[in-house]
């Protein structure tokens, strides 16, 4: 840009070109920007190494650089960055002499003990920062109050003549409020220079586009009427896209409500989202799986604790509504330890300790789940001989009837079963509770394992 | 083993189990397969001189046991009576056999370790489909051998073994005797007239009388198949049949049955099928259904032992089924009917949604892409084949062997 600005003002004068090369140069914001930063950082660096005397960091530019025009800059330099010139020398004083030069950093000044001529001058450099600080604070209102009235004084122009005139190319017949007339004067140059195809390097065209949307787009004007020197009026207003009131749900609202629904299939939560504006909510338990079957989840699946952490971090984390690993792993050692899953090894296989708690459990779990329900004995004419809701007799002995009551007294089947095969052999007893809707699937209870210990054996036997 | 469980399962046909609240007594079912089933009961198994555990019936008619023959009958009386064992067969412990007779201990001699009454013993559906279905591919061999010779009943087997497997497309496996098992018994009794079809082509080309016997022979086992069919079905139904059903289950077995015994004179009623015919329509009326009550969720736990059985490793054998059964235990919690409770439900498709109605549909099989398989599968499959075949063929040619035996004695 520097090299097109000096080649530009060598134009003719009145030109189109020269006139924007002419134009002001406002005070540059790069400087502010972490690349900047780190530039002039490193540059500053670099000097320092060149030079070991100390040198401030902040007037050392590059002939390249902006000038620093921020607030910043203003500051007194002792304050941020002492300098040689402005920070008295310090006479030897002993801690600061043998830890750090007088140019280093307050905070290692903070932490020694100081001689009375630092002192105060760091007491002169507080109070003028102090100072310089409420001078800005006051120099901030006075601006604030002098664009409000500015802008008070534009809404009232815009009221009286809404719509300023531009003619491009051509005499500048330009209608414009008062106040805005060195700004469209300045508008006017930038196009007449634009439409006359001035811009004739390539890589000066980006830049003159940013410019051109500083210009265009910074007016606050709703309606810009351009005229061209074919006599064509064109007026260009802004135009603010309509919104809808109430939106429907967006395809991935939907997809995030798929995603709901097999969540809370998979036991998970169902989302208190807002239906309209698809806001995610706190999960609300829907009747998922409780922590002890999620952990019997785990041990269906015969998936690890590391797999089901990455499951879980995929669908969500704790908004899944899937307990921790470390909330299951906590409940799997509590529900171990329960009698009911307490299993003894014997010599000849792995039992349940206690196999009627067990069946009671399933019972109970079935009952607690609405999904008991209740087998009958059939008559000859295929009909159960008893009602569903038939009650035990109050003063029954179940020992009595030896694992066949009578017909007519609700009861409880119970297949025992034993089996032998499978690779690594292993005879299996098993204990199904029909009275659920798919016993052969679900309800098989215990599992006892007479292991053979051939493979063991000839282990231990290799030499 | 069950020694172990023995106080438990007598807690619990003592106390009951809590029902809503409610004590209730337990119905104690035994489940398993045929052995095992003797085992429990200390019953002397399939070979004893009364093979069933249900019934008094003895194995077939014989000079030693002729009395017992006719006091009880025989499992070769298609038509019954039955006499079914006394309620406390099993739960009265036999002590000492030595003296007794056969007709005290009625081939009990241990022990038993559970106690069930002998109505309620499940007549193992899975193992009967396993049989029967193994028996009837046999009985095509042997009416072959029977009819043709033993060249062309060998050669008939490897035919049958291929044609299941192109238009059946089922395999036997490597185990379980080289039998074909589960869900092929299944498909085999769907495509049951290519069985018949090819049994058909092989006698076609007979003449005289060996093409009237093999008609006869023919139409019994088309007969036996669509019969076979039927009972198949709802057998292995894992829900509560319809009184039609049960009535119509009851006529197709003795149809079935005896019908196999008077056309074909060589069959002999195995154990499986005196179950069948005896009992099993018995249980069905009682409980309503079979399939269950059965043994299919029992063997499905051999297939999930050898699966997950890596996960669980241990020292020895031993502390790896300990943990096996720990996990086990676990994830009863959550079974598949608890995950099904909180499971999304989706509505059935319509009726022939999934069927396909143009004969360039993708879904049907010959409109798919051959799936690769590489030779070594091929070659062990193909091996195995020929194992069945081989097996079934010496089989039968010992069954006809015998029958024909037998023959040659009663005519002299």
């Not at chain 1, 140019?103 to 020694?112: K, L, W």
Request: charged share 20%; glycine share 8%; with cysteine.
């Amino acid at each position: 840009m520097a090299n097109w600005r000096a080649e530009a003002i060598q134009s003719p004068h009145g030109s189109a070109r020269w006139r924007v090369a002419c134009l002001p140069e406002s005070a540059c914001r790069r400087c502010r920007c972490d690349s900047c930063y780190l530039r002039r950082k490193r540059a500053v660096k670099r000097s320092a190494s060149d030079d070991p005397a100390p040198i401030a960091p902040a007037l050392e530019f590059s002939p390249d650089f902006p000038p620093y025009a921020s607030k910043w800059a203003r500051l007194p330099l002792l304050v941020s960055t002492p300098h040689p010139a402005a920070v008295p020398p310090c006479p030897p004083c002993s801690l600061s002499a043998l830890t750090a030069p007088a140019v280093r950093s307050s905070v290692i000044r903070s932490s020694v003990a100081e001689c009375p001529s630092c002192a105060s001058a760091r007491l002169d450099a507080d109070t003028a920062r102090r100072a310089e600080r409420e001078a800005l604070a006051a120099a901030a209102e006075a601006v604030a109050r002098v664009r409000h009235l500015e802008a008070q004084i534009h809404a009232k122009s815009m009221l009286d003549s809404p719509t300023p005139n531009i003619e491009v190319g051509g005499m500048p017949p330009l209608v414009s409020p008062a106040s805005q007339a060195n700004a469209n004067s300045r508008c006017q140059d930038f196009l007449d220079y634009l439409v006359s195809g001035g811009v004739g390097h390539a890589q000066d065209e980006p830049i003159l586009g940013r410019i051109a949307s500083v210009i265009l787009l910074s007016s606050d004007q709703d309606e810009i009427c351009l005229q061209h020197k074919n006599g064509r009026r064109r007026v260009y207003v802004r135009k603010v896209s309509p919104q809808k009131v109430a939106v429907k749900k967006s395809q991935q609202n939907k997809r995030r409500a798929a995603a709901r629904q097999q969540l809370v299939s998979a036991g998970a939560t169902k989302w208190g989202a807002d239906e309209m504006s698809g806001i995610p909510g706190s999960p609300v338990e829907v009747g998922g799986l409780s922590v002890r079957q999620q952990v019997g989840l785990v041990f269906e699946l015969g998936i690890s604790w590391s797999t089901f952490s990455k499951l879980r971090h995929a669908l969500g984390g704790s908004k899944s509504g899937l307990a921790s690993r470390h909330v299951l792993r906590a409940a799997k050692r509590e529900l171990a330890s329960s009698p009911a899953k307490e299993v003894i090894v014997t010599s000849t296989g792995a039992h349940l300790a206690n196999l009627a708690l067990a069946v009671q459990e399933r019972v109970t779990a079935l009952c607690d789940a609405g999904q008991f329900v209740e087998r009958f004995v059939y008559g000859p004419d295929h009909e159960p001989l008893r009602a569903e809701d038939a009650t035990v007799p109050n003063d029954f002995d179940p020992g009595a009837w030896g694992g066949r009551p009578p017909p007519t007294v609700p009861d409880v089947h119970i297949t025992v079963g034993l089996d032998k095969g499978g690779d690594p052999g292993s005879e299996k007893s098993v204990v199904t509770i029909i009275n659920q809707e798919r016993p052969n699937n679900s309800a098989t209870l215990s599992l006892q394992l007479c292991a053979r210990a051939t493979r063991t054996t000839i282990r231990r036997c290799q030499p | 083993m069950m020694a172990t469980h023995m106080p438990c399962i007598e807690e619990l046909l003592g106390r009951g189990l809590d029902v809503r609240g409610e004590r209730r007594p337990v119905r104690l079912i035994l489940s398993g397969d045929y052995e095992s089933q003797t085992t429990v009961v200390g019953h002397k198994g399939p070979n004893a001189t009364m093979p069933c555990y249900q019934c008094k019936s003895t194995k077939a008619p014989s000079i030693a046991h002729a009395a017992l023959d006719a006091k009880y009958g025989t499992l070769q009386d298609v038509l019954g009576p039955w006499h079914l064992r006394d309620a406390d067969q099993y739960a009265h412990c036999v002590e000492d056999v030595a003296n007794l007779g056969q007709a005290d201990h009625l081939s009990v001699t241990r022990a038993p370790l559970v106690s069930p009454h002998p109505r309620q013993i499940v007549p193992i559906p899975v193992h009967l489909t396993l049989g029967i279905n193994s028996r009837e591919l046999r009985l095509a061999v042997e009416v072959v051998i029977l009819c043709c010779g033993h060249r062309a009943g060998s050669a008939f087997a490897h035919e049958l073994a291929e044609l299941l497997h192109e238009e059946v497309h089922v395999h036997p496996v490597p185990y379980h005797g080289g039998l074909f098992i589960g869900r092929d018994c299944h498909a085999i009794g769907e495509h049951s007239d290519a069985v018949c079809a090819a049994l058909e082509r092989e006698l076609s080309g007979l003449k005289g009388e060996d093409a009237a016997v093999s008609r006869r022979f023919l139409h019994a086992y088309k007969t036996a198949w669509g019969l076979w069919n039927r009972i198949r079905k709802v057998l292995n139904s894992a829900s509560i049949v319809a009184a039609g059903d049960a009535a119509a289950f009851r006529a197709d077995v003795a149809a079935f049955v005896s019908g196999l015994k008077g056309s074909i004179s060589w069959l002999n009623v195995s154990p499986k099928l005196h179950l069948l015919l005896a009992h099993a329509p018995d249980f069905l009326d009682e409980f309503g259904s079979i399939g269950l009550y059965g043994e299919q969720g029992l063997e499905a736990w051999h297939g999930r032992y050898t699966q997950t059985a890596r996960l669980y490793p241990g020292e020895s054998d031993l502390a790896s089924a300990a943990a096996f059964v720990r996990a086990m235990a676990l994830a009863g919690d959550a079974s598949p009917a608890v995950i099904g409770r909180s499971a999304h439900k989706r509505s059935s498709a319509k009726e022939g949604a999934h069927l396909a109605t143009k004969a360039g549909d993708k879904r049907l099989r010959a409109n798919k892409p051959v799936v690769p398989v590489c030779d070594e599968t091929r070659e062990k499959a193909a091996s195995e084949r020929a194992t069945w075949a081989d097996k079934v063929f010496a089989v039968a040619a010992q069954t006809v062997a015998t029958y024909e035996g037998r023959l040659r004695e009663h005519s002299r």
